[in-house]
């Protein structure tokens, strides 16, 4: 696997990529991360993130692969990639669409763990009544994420 940072509004933010797929995500810079791609897949995924953040990119494309995690977690990242963008579900909602209705702690258990953020929108979950609480990346990361998105999609949906 090979790491490339690129700079985005929220901080640098380094993809994993071993030339087939993104494997990994990590806010901030990863120690071995190079500012250059090393593989179509990682050149990919860097444009796919510079349109999201620039607000033209509403759906990542880029292939991902979660080598890890429980059958549970995997449910949980699936079901991230459902939640349409500009959009939100608690995660309770998310419990429930994975067949676990009373599993919301669960869910915030494997959002804390998902090993590709921003590309596997965790950050479109909040808790009840929509209240914003934890994010891997800081609730501030969160709301940024989650204010471009709202933005954008009420642009589009006005334009």
């Known amino acids: ?10 901080g640098e933010f380094s993809v994993a990529t071993d030339g087939e797929a993104v494997r990994g995500a990590h806010f901030g810079r990863v120690e071995s991360a190079t500012d ?4 179509e897949i990682a050149a990919r995924a860097l444009a796919e ?16 692969v979660a080598a890890r995690g429980s059958e549970f977690e995997r449910a949980v990242w699936r079901q991230m990639t459902l939640i349409p963008y500009g ?5 309770g909602e998310v419990a429930t669409a994975v067949g ?4 919301a702690r669960a869910v915030g258990v494997a959002c804390n ?14 808790g ?12 501030p990361r ?4 989650l204010e471009l998105e709202a933005r954008v999609a009420f642009q589009r949906a006005w334009s």
């Open 1 to 10: 696997m090979r790491w490339t940072v690129l700079d985005t509004p929220i």
């Open 36 to 39: 250059e791609p090393g593989d």
């Open 113 to 126: 763990r998902n090993p590709i953020p921003v590309i596997v929108p965790c950050h479109r979950i909040v």
């Open 87 to 91: 959009e939100t579900r608690t995660y």
């Open 142 to 145: 969160k709301v940024t994420l």
């Open 100 to 103: 676990e209705p009373g599993g």
């Open 49 to 64: 993130l510079r349109a999201y953040f620039a607000g033209e990119l509403i759906e990542f494309t880029v292939p991902v």
């Open 128 to 139: 009840a009544g929509g209240k914003l609480v934890g994010f891997g990346g800081g609730l």
